[in-house]
């Protein structure tokens, strides 16, 4: 069985800034963010990409059309071939009378109810309708998809599944939390012998949506929403959490079976009418949102926010529930710092948090929940089997083609296969900060050792020199470190975890560690943990261990390869690009040793 998933929209942009003003530092407030392709095989995922990759555009919502392409030959398939096609959002007629229902039924006026109810109208019947997907597809690809073919899959089912078909398909509970699906934020439930089951009573609806407020705090203090809450939560580090947190005091109330609502629901403005909850709840205005000790304060309390309420969410899953793992999906999970927090507090043996958790993994759970609808045969598979490493791959044909066409620019020496690691290792004992580009590109918004840049965290000063002559980005962000598996609770003190594959946890570091890997040790004395093992992702495992070999360092700082606002590297064109208009010293590409002229 072959099922194709996908989540993106020709006129989504162009739909959200002419109804609600998604322009600017709000263009990635709309629907289909992150789109992207996923091709699945008798239920194994064979080709995955995320469209941002291939067209350029950071984030792009837009029809994934060289995704699809590149999937479909990938996986040398036809269109004709494809049995189902899951999209990750399903506006059922029963969700559209729900929601009109909501709207009619909400505190607004007369007037601001009838303006709610034409700006959905047009979006539903020209963007997230059925017949507006299928004349999509249509217009995009030149295919028209016979009846039934098309899988409209509620947008939270699709987080999910991704996390479910990703963590090996076992029983778990779950917490699904992200801005918004199709009329909800949050759902809690269980997932046994393949059957899902939505604790009803916890759901919360959009207008009670934690992320949106973290997102809305986040452009309260002058970053873009939808895209930087992760600066938020770094930021966090750099205040005390506040003993009396104004946000939990007059803006969240907790109440039974999970659930919460926020104090400005229904406000007719919009999150906007949060702006002067929050001056006045931090004394702030204007001129002092963007001032680093005041960011930090706000962040602080959000970042506690954030805690308190989804471990109020995990506390009642606890109690409806007695399976011993818990899946953590949607734009929520992606707070790291919370993940560890809430998988430590909670009774639960183990947390997962795929590499798709956002909107990009929401094309692989339509997938595998199409699969399950059309009666694949569920197949618990080990966890460890499943790989990131979904995207294109370029052989050296195609990286010698890229280095002549930048000859002028570039000299380049060729190494032999079992050497790359004992070279760039000996590189990375200095204050050098290397490109490392090798193997298929990975999928996910985190660089997971194939698009990466790669640092020697020995160095204090390491995070100032990539942050200002690579990254061109904030001075306070951190770095994450990469490790070998086998020696990750040598150096970080994993609680209940034995391995974190994708990023999605912060340890703290080992007191006896934090002066040895400074510039991977974040100002609380943590770490965004990534561990590799030889099956994993063996060029790496190798040259972890030539590192460690050369330097006695046991890690190395991984950041993604690309600059502030632009989306990882995907090709060698890419690569070499990004090298040549950074500060990045050398690039290894693929088995190739480059250096500028």
Known sequence: MIILGYNGFSQGADTFARLYGATGIDRHSILGHDAAVALCVDGELVAAVEEERLNREKKTSDFPAHALRWCLSQGDVRLEDV???????????????????????????????????????????????????????????????????????????????????????????????????????????????????????????????????FGEITRYLGFMPNNDEYKVMGLAAYAPPPAKNPLLEHVVELHDSGRYTLALANDPSGTRGYYPLLDRLFDGEEGRREETPFRARVAAAAQQMVEVVTA???????????????????????????????????????????????????AIGAAAYAGLLKG???????????????????????????????????????????????HTAKLLGGKNVVGWFQGSAEYGPRALGNRSILANPAFADIKDVINTRVKHREPFRPFAPVVLESEAAEIFE??????????????????????????????????????????????????????????????????????????????PSDALDCFLKTEIDYLVLGRFLVVKK
């Open 376 to 422: 694949r045969t569920r197949r618990r598979r080990s966890a460890a089997r499943t790989t990131p490493y979904l995207g294109p791959s370029y052989d050296d044909s195609h990286l010698l083609s890229a280095l002549r066409g930048r000859a002028g620019l570039v000299e380049w020496t060729e190494l032999a296969p079992e050497d790359v690691a004992g």
């Open 312 to 362: 109020h969410q995990l506390r009642e899953l606890e109690a409806r529930t007695d399976l011993p793992r818990v899946l953590y999906e949607g734009g929520l999970a992606l707070n790291c710092v919370n993940n560890t927090k809430l998988l430590e507090g909670s009774r639960f043996e183990d947390m997962h948090v795929s590499y798709g958790a956002s909107d990009p993994g929401v």
């Open 83 to 213: 049995d189902a096609v899951a999209f990750p959002w399903s506006f059922s007629p029963d969700v559209v009378a729900t929601m009109i229902q909501e709207i009619s039924g909400s505190g607004l006026t007369v007037e601001q109810k009838f303006d709610r109810l034409r700006r959905f109208g047009e979006l539903y019947g020209g963007l997230v309708s059925e017949e507006a997907v299928l004349a999509d597809f249509r217009r995009r690809t030149g295919h028209e998809l016979p009846p039934g073919k098309l899988l409209p899959v509620p947008h939270h089912l699709a987080h999910l599944m991704c996390g479910y078909h990703l963590s090996g398909e076992r029983d778990a509970a779950f917490l699904v939390s992200d801005g918004r699906a199709e009329r909800l934020s949050s759902i809690l439930g269980e997932v046994r012998d393949g059957q899902i089951e939505v604790f009803e009573k916890s759901s919360i609806g959009v207008t009670h949506s934690l992320a949106l407020l």
């Open 494 to 571: 994993m609680g209940k975890k034995t391995t974190s594959p994708y990023m999605t946890f912060v340890f703290p570091v080992r007191p006896e560690y934090r002066d040895r890997i400074p510039g991977a040790t974040h100002v609380d004395g943590t770490s965004r943990v990534q561990t590799v093992t030889d099956r994993s992702n063996p060029g790496l495992a190798r040259l972890l261990r030539s590192f460690r070999a050369e330097t006695g360092v046991p890690c190395l700082i991984n950041t993604s390869f690309n600059v502030a606002g632009e989306p990882i590297v995907c090709a």
